[in-house]
Nanobody, 126 residues
Framework: QVQLVESGGGSVRSGGSLRLSCAAS????????MGWFRQSAGKEREGIAA????????YYADSVKARFTISQDNAKNTLYLQMNMLKPEDTAMYYC???????????????????WGQGIQVAVSS
């Protein structure tokens, strides 16, 4: 089993920055991808950033490319999401997720992830 705990959310003005962290524990050797997802009111959960943990290859949704950066600290078993130039439309609940090597599908697809954190709120005001 893998446990994920997000931190670092909060409220910020448009144009500001936040960094989310995801502390992971458990059987991390089985994990091949980790990602960040978000869900805003009335919308489906969407994948915004993912990383292939064995090689550091990153993937981004067009909506956050060039503004958000996903990274990992393997020594600390922690995943990060640096969010810059935040916009009101970035307001959502943000989730950290992990996927093991047996799961298929594109890295940003929600259904392909096996383990989820509880989520953390990010609010961006104009």
């Amino acid at each position: 089993q893998v446990q994920l705990v997000e931190s670092g959310g909060g409220s910020v003005r448009s144009g500001g920055s936040l960094r989310l962290s995801c502390a992971a524990s458990g059987d991390m050797d089985s994990i091949h991808y980790m990602g960040w997802f978000r869900q805003s009111a009335g919308k489906e959960r969407e994948g915004i950033a993912a990383i292939y943990t064995h090689a550091g290859i990153t993937y981004y949704a067009d909506s956050v490319k060039a503004r958000f950066t996903i990274s990992q600290d393997n020594a600390k078993n922690t995943l990060y999401l640096q969010m810059n130039m935040l916009k009101p439309e970035d307001t959502a609940m943000y989730y950290c997720a992990a996927r093991d090597g047996r799961s298929g599908g594109a890295p940003l697809t929600t259904y392909s992830y096996d383990h989820w954190g509880q989520g953390i709120q990010v609010a961006v005001s104009s």
